[in-house]
């Protein structure tokens, strides 16, 4: 029997009262109704471009006299806080702690948990890939004791065993050759297993290594409060960095002349916590811009001081007065806020801000992953123009002139399909500017129209001298171009050219047009002549330009075109 060793002797050291009260104190627990625990879940956010509101809501038990919100992220902005409780709670003082994620408890980043289960999902592999080499290594010895020679046995030993026959040798060889197969079979579906839980985990840890300085630090809230009976309290705080931006689908129907706008929203978030199924609403509001815009500075008119003495002096009099100290604060914030995506709206529907509120519960992971949001859609009559400039380039474009919906719309891309067929990139921006197209309207290019031909003929320019003397040069120039139409319906055809335009009155432009243009300063520019008709199907139009320009020869001319 194996001795059993003498137990030892029992220590006793002196008892220390403070040392006892306070590892009682450390070891009590709190009663439960006087400290709630983390239950929150976030429920609502609004989100901005560049920044989002989140609002948690928290269950608050019974008598219960405090409420921690760990694990926050380190983006909060502190002064953005706000609690909102039911009647039954009593909300007092808070604080606000922020600490490294790695020492918070139960702060492990969201994508801890994910990478820690393909990491053990690997880890059983390569195990079961260890355990198929094991058996693949006794598999090939026991071949190669069966088929290998058996070395002479020692007289002092037993009689040999019997020889195997022919049928116990092709049993076990039958064995052997559907162990192996299985064995290399597992094996390779082991390692197909492992280079796609690999290819999963790539990702995540190049994700959470990219974020791993913005996730560093993590933010808890502590509340001190007095419920009378169990409520809900409600924290709301804002994070930079999440956005959203507006995308459409515009959609061309020729034949009926319609134009399908489908409205989407990009969103994406890297805060450090996830959006699970929350209500989003999106807003064009700027949350966190200067609250007061530049103040005009004096305007100074002053004699200049003669050139000597005192000239130092009389300039440092004559400089403007300072400007106040915020002027420098707003410059900073403009200039930070021009990274920022902005929306350019008219109208608004909400005081100084147009809210998308999103009727189903989305999730946003914080991978900055793009989540496309449909927002509904809208079908508007077009007008449809074939747009050609022949000088420029021998094609012709179809064009729809769109007014803009009901409703706000701010600017986005959008991508232009005609027909079901994609053809291309544009905006949707009824706040700016479009081409030719009326005010509060905005038009879409939908590709070239094949069925739309056009000639530009040479251009003839003949230069000569004006004048009794002969002073002054005399440039004739003209230009004639061609359109036919190929449909087999009307088209309605827009023909742009552009015409010489003087910026010195020396120089004199005369311009002749055949047909007479529609518009001479087509989209508010002068100079850029419009022809504007229908086309019936099969038709050719004819346009010609001429211009005579006359300036003195002792002059040289700046021409741009």
Request: glycine share 6%.
């Amino acid at each position: 029997m194996r001795p059993v060793s003498p137990p030892l002797p029992f220590l006793r050291l002196p008892a220390r009262p403070a040392l006892v009260a306070l590892g009682l104190a450390v070891l009590a627990p709190l009663p439960a109704a006087a400290q709630a625990q983390d239950t929150s879940r976030i429920a609502r956010v609004t989100v901005y471009p560049g920044s989002a509101t989140v609002e948690r809501v928290a269950k608050v038990a019974a008598g219960a006299r405090s409420l921690t919100l760990a694990c926050l992220p380190a983006s909060l902005d502190v002064q953005s806080l706000q609690i909102n409780a039911d009647p039954a709670v009593r909300v007092g003082e808070f604080n606000v702690l922020t600490e490294d994620r790695d020492v918070a408890a139960g702060c492990a980043s969201p994508l801890d948990g994910r990478i820690r289960e393909l990491e053990d999902q690997i880890a059983g592999v390569k195990a079961e890939a260890s355990a198929l080499q094991l058996v693949d290594g006794y598999l090939r010895s026991v071949a190669q004791t069966g088929a290998g020679s058996e070395a002479p046995a020692p007289a002092s030993t037993a009689p040999r065993a019997a020889t195997p026959t022919p049928a116990q040798i092709t049993a076990t060889a039958e064995v052997l050759r559907k162990s192996g197969q299985d064995s290399a079979a597992r094996a390779h579906q082991l390692q197909r297993k492992q280079e796609a839980l690999e290819l999963a985990l790539k990702p995540l840890v190049a994700e959470r290594d990219r974020v791993a300085s913005q996730r560093a630090r993590v933010v808890s809230v502590s509340i001190n409060l007095a419920a009378e009976r169990e409520a809900e309290l409600r924290l709301s705080y804002q994070v930079r960095g999440p956005g959203w931006q507006p995308s459409y689908r515009a959609t061309l129907d020729a034949n009926k002349s319609t134009v399908l706008i489908e409205r989407q929203a990009l969103v994406a978030q890297n805060s450090g916590e996830d959006w699970a199924g929350v209500q989003l609403t999106l807003s064009t509001g700027q949350p966190g811009r200067a609250t007061q815009g530049q103040l005009p500075r004096p305007w100074w008119l002053n004699v200049a001081p003669p050139q000597g003495a005192g000239t130092q002096a009389a300039a440092v009099a004559m400089m403007p007065a300072p400007a106040p100290a915020m002027a420098p604060l707003s410059r900073s914030r403009n200039a930070a806020e021009e990274a920022m995506p902005t929306f350019d709206v008219s109208a608004l529907d909400k005081g100084f801000a147009t809210e998308f509120a999103v009727p189903q519960r989305i999730t946003v992971p914080s991978s900055g992953q793009r989540v496309t949001l449909a927002l509904g859609s809208h079908s508007t009559p077009a007008t449809l123009i074939t747009r050609t400039a022949p000088a420029m380039e021998e094609a012709a474009y179809l064009v729809a002139q769109i007014a803009q919906p009901p409703g706000v719309w701010p600017a986005g891309a959008a991508g232009l399909y005609r027909d079901g067929a994609f053809v291309g990139n544009g905006r949707i921006d009824f706040g700016a500017p479009s081409a030719g197209a009326p005010a509060d309207s905005t038009s879409l290019s939908f590709g070239r129209d094949e069925l739309v031909t056009v000639r530009a003929e040479p251009v003839q320019d003949l230069t000569g001298s004006s004048g009794f003397t002969g002073s002054r040069v005399e440039r004739k120039t003209r230009r004639a171009y061609s359109v036919e139409n190929r449909h087999k319906a009307v088209i309605t055809l827009q023909v742009l050219h552009a015409s010489p335009v003087s910026r010195n009155e020396k120089i004199e432009v005369e311009s002749r047009y055949q047909p007479q243009p529609a518009e001479t300063t087509w989209n508010r520019t002068p100079g850029t002549v419009s022809w504007q008709q229908p086309l019936t199907a099969g038709a050719t139009a004819q346009f010609s330009a001429e211009h005579t320009i006359r300036y003195p020869k002792d002059i040289e001319l700046l021409e741009r075109q």
